[in-house]
């Protein structure tokens, strides 16, 4: 008995450690942070503003003189292993605690929603002006609303997709840019820096991922699958070679409930995920050769 009660329990810790969760909370100070303001002013353009302690999105006049800015951020994700599913991304701003300089949030001329880009390429905090500016995707962008106070801050913003997006394509993901989603003045979303002296207004970012077990590591030697798109739009088609035809497959979420499930009917078989929200699952492959990938939904 005390054989069974042991390897149950030994059972149930492999499971908690293969699907643990590692939390990982990012708030770097002047020294450890990255970040600089962009400003498209004619003579501002080719100025570098790498180390002041404000963040913000504008679009504005300047001794009535008319110019955007916008800002970039990058946080250090080296340690999140390539592999991991990043099961949350809260990005966190803060407002602008005075009212000197450019001020706080403003709708004077109309809302300043902004976007949230992924950046695409590579940039120097400490070289990087308007003019070099690195270059972002619309892909899995996030919409931050119309702010409804001028000190409103912005706390856990969902960034999960694209946070995934920084992992899984690293060579292209240098961070996020903030620019209003209408660059005609006058309007402003302001928040601070790294560089501010207040360490609790420093953009913070806090994220949880898993190593799935099997989840890019494919187990069995026998079973060849592929699949595409990936991420995808309403279907997918899974290959696999002739002799697994009729192996079954499930589409889980990221505790592992399963979603979709059937059976492969052909060598190349499509599966329809028209009904799962945006997001991040699991799909699973074959019984005692199974194997496991990570699927994006767009």
Same mark, same amino acid.
């Given at each position: 008995? +005390?054989?069974?009660?042991?390897?149950?329990?030994?059972?149930?810790?492999?499971?908690?450690?293969? #699907?643990?969760?590692?939390?990982?909370?990012?708030?770097?100070?002047?020294?450890? %942070?990255?970040?600089?303001?962009?400003?498209?002013?004619?003579?501002?353009?080719?100025? =570098?503003?790498?180390?002041?302690?404000?963040?913000?999105?504008?679009?504005?006049?300047?001794?009535?003189?008319?110019?955007?800015?916008?800002?970039?951020?990058?946080?250090?994700?080296?340690?999140?292993?390539? =592999?991991?599913?990043?099961?949350?991304?809260?990005?966190?701003?803060?407002?602008?605690? =005075?009212?000197?300089?450019?001020?706080?949030?403003?709708?004077?001329? %109309?809302?300043?929603?902004?976007?949230?880009?992924?950046?695409?390429?590579?940039?120097?905090?400490?070289?990087?002006?308007? =003019?070099?500016?690195?270059?972002?995707?619309?892909?899995?962008?996030?919409?931050?609303?119309?702010?409804?106070?001028?000190?409103?801050?912005?706390?856990?913003?969902?960034?999960?997709?694209?946070?995934?997006?920084?992992?899984?394509?690293?060579?292209?993901?240098?961070?996020?840019?903030?620019?209003?989603?209408?660059?005609?003045?006058?309007?402003?979303?302001?928040?601070?820096?790294?560089? #501010?002296?207040?360490?609790?207004?420093?953009?913070?970012?806090?994220?949880?991922?898993?190593?799935?077990?099997?989840?890019?590591?494919?187990?069995?030697?026998?079973?060849?699958?592929?699949?595409?798109?990936?991420?995808?739009?309403?279907?997918?088609?899974?290959?696999? #070679?002739?002799?697994?035809?009729?192996?079954?497959?499930?589409?889980?979420?990221?505790?592992?409930?399963?979603?979709?499930?059937?059976?492969?009917?052909?060598?190349?078989?499509?599966?329809?995920?028209?009904?799962?929200?945006? %997001?991040?699952?699991?799909?699973?492959? %074959?019984?005692?050769?199974? +194997?496991?990938?990570?699927?994006?939904?767009?």
């Amino acid at each position: 008995m +005390k054989r069974v009660v042991a390897l149950l329990l030994f059972t149930v810790c492999c499971y908690v450690l293969t #699907n643990a969760q590692t939390t990982l909370i990012l708030q770097p100070d002047a020294t450890a %942070g990255k970040d600089a303001l962009l400003h498209g002013l004619a003579s501002e353009v080719n100025n =570098n503003y790498g180390s002041i302690p404000d963040f913000y999105a504008a679009a504005w006049t300047f001794g009535g003189v008319p110019g955007v800015i916008r800002s970039i951020v990058e946080f250090d994700l080296t340690s999140v292993p390539a =592999n991991a599913i990043i099961t949350s991304a809260k990005l966190s701003l803060f407002a602008r605690d =005075n009212t000197s300089g450019i001020g706080q949030h403003s709708t004077l001329s %109309g809302p300043n929603d902004c976007w949230l880009e992924r950046i695409t390429s590579a940039w120097d905090e400490s070289t990087v002006t308007w =003019n070099t500016q690195p270059s972002t995707t619309t892909q899995n962008r996030v919409t931050l609303p119309a702010s409804t106070s001028p000190t409103e801050n912005y706390t856990d913003i969902d960034v999960t997709a694209l946070v995934q997006d920084m992992t899984d394509k690293p060579t292209e993901s240098f961070g996020f840019m903030l620019k209003l989603s209408d660059e005609n003045y006058y309007r402003k979303l302001v928040f601070c820096s790294s560089d #501010n002296t207040n360490p609790d207004l420093r953009p913070k970012l806090e994220l949880a991922y898993s190593i799935a077990s099997g989840v890019n590591e494919p187990k069995g030697a026998d079973l060849n699958v592929t699949f595409y798109p990936n991420p995808a739009g309403d279907l997918i088609t899974v290959k696999v #070679n002739a002799v697994f035809i009729g192996t079954p497959y499930s589409i889980n979420d990221l505790l592992e409930r399963p979603l979709l499930t059937g059976k492969l009917t052909l060598e190349r078989s499509e599966i329809n995920i028209k009904e799962l929200p945006r %997001g991040i699952y699991i799909l699973r492959v %074959g019984e005692r050769n199974q +194997k496991s990938y990570k699927l994006m939904k767009k």
